[in-house]
Structure formats: C-alpha cells, structure tokens
C-alpha cells in the first residue's frame, strides 16, 4: 500500500530518531520508495529544521534529544553514477581507476554513456539518480573540455554531490565551484617542448586532433615555446579549421608537417594523439621524412605508443590515478570511510565538509626512440 506524503514524513522522522543516521538509498530500500521520492520528502523535511541531509546522509538535527552520533555511514548500498563519453581507449584506465576506489570502499559503481551525444550527459546522469546514485562523477561531451557560454549549467543544479572528472568549468560558471580531477594537459605539453628543446630543437610544431584535449595542448605548446625562447611555428590547419573526416586529417597534418620540415625550420613536432602518430609516421618516412634524424616526434598519449614498430615517446597522462582520485573525492563528499576507519580525505573541517577541491595530476613522459633521445635497436 502506498504511503501518503504525511506518513512517509512521519516514517522518515521515526526511523531518523531511533538511530541518529541513515544513508538515503538505505532509508529509501527500507521503505520501499524511490530514492528520488525520498530525496525530495529529505529535503522537504530539511527546509522545517526537523532533519538534516548530510552528503548522501540523513541525521537527526543538532541540538535534539537523539541517540548518540552514529559512525560514518557505511559505504554498503551506496551507489556512484559515472557518466562518460565512452569506457574505450582514454577512458578505460579512468572508469577503472574509479571502479576500483569505489568497489574498495564497499560501494558500487553504476556507468552512464554519452556517446558524445547532445543532451545525453544530463540524461544519463538522471537515469542513473533515478535508480538510486548517492553523487555523480561527470565527464560532460564539452567540445573544448569546458562549457561554452550558457552551457553544462545541469551540471551546478545536482542535489547530490558531483565531482567533474577530466572537465572544468571557467570562472564565473556555476559549475567552477564542483570538485573536480583532471590530467594537466597543458603541463603534459610543456614538458614535451621543453625535452625537445633539451635535446637541441629550435623549431617544435604541435599538430593536435580536435578534442577537449587540444585547447590545453596548446595552452602548454605556447607557453612552453615563449618562455624557453623557441622559434614560433605557424599553427598546424587543423587549429583553425578542423576536420571531421580522418582521412582528411592526415592528409592535411602530413602536408602540414612535410612542409615544416621541407623549409629548413621544424625539426620536432608533438603530435596528439599516439595513435595519430603511430599512422603519420609511416606516411612521413614515405614521403621521405626521415624519424627521429629529420624530426623528432612525442605524441601525447601513451595508450600504444610503445607497441609502435619505431616505438614512440609519449607524454602518458594517468588516467587510472584521475579516476581514483575522482572517486576519492566524491567518496569524501558522501562521508564515506576508507578501509581502516579514517574519512577519505576528511580535514579539520570534519567528516565530508572539507572545501571544494581542484586537483591537477601531472602526466609523464616516456623516453622511447622517436624523439632520437636513445638509439634504435639494432
């Protein structure tokens, strides 16, 4: 038999008082309610002052007679949604590394999948609120890896904790104030410029495929080349005016890059992404361009970059730890305990208020022989 609203609250405040805290996807299995249904009568009974919601918690208000304190909840029944592009190639080492924090907290971790497609973010991410997530870890399809003007707003608007994996939001936007985890693309870039100018290079081009990777690239490419004093390099035609079929983009990187070197100038390039370069080099060689003796290549990315037959140094970002450390966070938020009793990442703020966090983890270069920085194998 369905409750009327008034019973579910009654219920809701009886089960509150008798033991001090309860996880909302709990309370709501208990119930047998929809944990939408139980957020909404939470946070009605919240706005009167008789409970509070506590990150993914429901606890008896401060002050009032109630059992002592209960522990941090425990993560058992707690569920994070994940809404990624895709769980291929980049994003594989991410939702694993956050599947992984999650499972070893006792949670579970549930995946929505974009596809890149438009509105389908904020669609996965209320189909899986919908079936019980206690927060959410949200790779938006940003073209540019942040919003444009107007955009991703849903994103601010959750009633549950969301941490932005691999994504960020510019000053201003609602957004900008989530935790959020990423890879220091521009970093990434400019320690590629920086080993390439160690090893002798004046002249280092960027040809980059159109990603919400590319903008930091080059964040990274330009302010690496001013400040080591390197010689400007036009930008690559792909900058300007991408294309959206691969065939093209080879063709116009390969053009672009046999004409750098062909002018006596450019004699490295980072090219992004691995598997990008893995298909260039080949057409380069052909065409007579010579690699590493003619130009040194780093791609960015290190999914295959070794299994290249000339294997390629790679700027190799570290998906699994971003995804980790993503889950960690939002965890945190949810004032969910880590094995051994402490609160993941709890400061002296207590338990799950810790402030809002922005952390960039830095990639690593991978020294192979594309770079002429080791000889070939005999």
């Excluded at 400007?232 to 070197?261: G, H, I, M, N, W």
Aim: hydrophobic content about 45%.
């Amino acid at each position: 038999m369905r409750l009327h609203v008034d019973q579910r609250h009654e219920r809701v405040l009886e089960l509150v008082r008798e033991r001090g805290s309860l996880r909302v996807a709990e309370l709501a299995e208990e119930l047998g309610m929809s944990a939408v249904t139980l957020r909404r009568d939470v946070e009605a009974l919240a706005a009167q002052g008789l409970v509070e919601r506590l990150h993914g918690a429901v606890v008896w208000p401060t002050g009032q007679s109630r059992p002592a304190p209960a522990a941090a909840p425990p993560a058992e029944g707690l569920v994070v949604g994940m809404v990624v592009p895709t769980t291929e190639y980049y994003y594989a080492d991410v939702v694993r590394g956050a599947r992984q924090t999650v499972e070893a907290a006792g949670a579970r971790l549930t995946i929505g999948l974009s596809r890149y497609l438009p509105d389908e973010d904020a669609a996965q991410a209320r189909r899986l609120l919908s079936t019980g997530a206690d927060g959410l870890l949200l790779t938006p399809s940003w073209e540019r890896g942040c919003p444009e003007r107007g955009e991703g707003l849903w994103t601010a608007e959750q009633k549950v904790p969301v941490v932005l994996v691999e994504r960020s939001a510019p000053l201003g936007h609602p957004a900008a104030g989530l935790d959020r985890v990423r890879s220091d693309h521009a970093h990434g870039a400019a320690e590629a410029v920086a080993h390439l100018a160690g090893l002798g290079h004046r002249a280092i081009a960027l040809a980059v495929q159109d990603s919400p990777t590319a903008p930091r690239l080059r964040v990274g490419y330009r302010a690496a080349v001013e400040a080591l004093g390197l010689t400007p390099v036009s930008a690559a035609p792909l900058d300007d005016a991408p294309s959206r079929s691969e065939a093209k983009r080879f063709e116009r990187t390969l053009e672009y890059l046999c004409q750098a070197v062909a002018s006596g100038n450019v004699t490295a390039a980072i090219v992004h992404s691995d598997a990008d370069a893995i298909v260039l080099i080949p057409r380069l060689q052909a065409r007579g361009v010579r690699v590493p003796e003619d130009l040194a290549v780093i791609a960015y990315d290190d999914e295959v970059a070794g299994l290249a037959d000339l294997p390629l140094t790679a700027v190799a970002p570290d998906k699994h730890a971003v995804g980790a450390a993503a889950a960690r966070l939002l965890l945190d938020r949810l004032g969910v305990a880590e094995p051994g009793g402490a609160v993941a990442g709890a400061g002296e703020t207590g338990r799950g208020a810790a402030a809002r966090r922005h952390l960039d983890i830095l990639p690593t270069l991978r020294i192979r022989v594309s770079c002429g920085a080791v000889a070939a194998a005999p």
